[in-house]
């Protein structure tokens, strides 16, 4: 009789854990995840206003380019580009503006998914708020897609944040 009491308060109290778990909102994190197979490479908390950046070296101009989106909700909106020259896939017949010898453009767009194929010679780099990741390590050079996801708060402490 006493250890079904002890299992019946154990249930008790694991669903009154669970419900409460259940009850703290969801939280925004950026995915980064292979093109192809969909593996995960990194899982890290972002808020609306986060700043997620593309940071690399244009191929041909050899010269920094840098993309910044503000994450919005499920989606990255594209809020400016700095590159230093004009080169193949910039945008050569934007209204731009010009500081320090740099290009800064306010291009338009907002993303579900943001498709990247990183290069060993670009060095492609992401900042996600203060952190920076090498995007050519975490992915082996493999192209990966960055998107917004809601995931529970319950589920953080299970998977962890960082994959």
């Known amino acids: 009789m006493k250890r079904r009491y002890v299992a019946a308060a154990a249930f008790v109290v694991l669903v009154a854990a ?3 778990a259940a009850a703290v909102p969801d939280r925004q994190v950026l995915v980064v ?3 192809e197979t ?3 490479y990194l899982e890290t908390p972002v808020d609306n206003g986060t700043v997620v950046a593309l940071e ?3 191929s041909v101009e050899k010269t920094r380019v840098y993309e910044a989106y503000t994450v919005r909700g499920d989606h990255l909106e594209m809020t ?3 590159f230093e020259s004009y080169g193949w896939g910039l945008p050569s017949r934007a209204n731009v503006t010009r ?3 740099t290009f800064i453009y306010d291009p338009p767009g907002s993303y579900e998914r943001l498709t990247v194929a990183p290069g060993r010679i670009a060095g492609h780099r992401l900042h996600v708020g203060d ?3 090498d995007l050519v390590a975490l992915s082996n050079g493999r ?3 960055l998107s917004i996801h809601r995931q529970s708060a319950f589920a953080l402490p299970l998977y962890g944040v960082d994959r």
Request: hydrophobic share 15%.
């Open 18 to 20: 669970l419900g409460s």
């Open 33 to 35: 995840s292979d093109v």
């Open 38 to 40: 969909g593996e995960t």
């Open 56 to 58: 690399y070296t244009h």
């Open 80 to 82: 400016h580009m700095e």
């Open 99 to 101: 500081k320090n010898g």
């Open 131 to 133: 952190e920076t990741h």
């Open 143 to 145: 192209s990966v897609t």
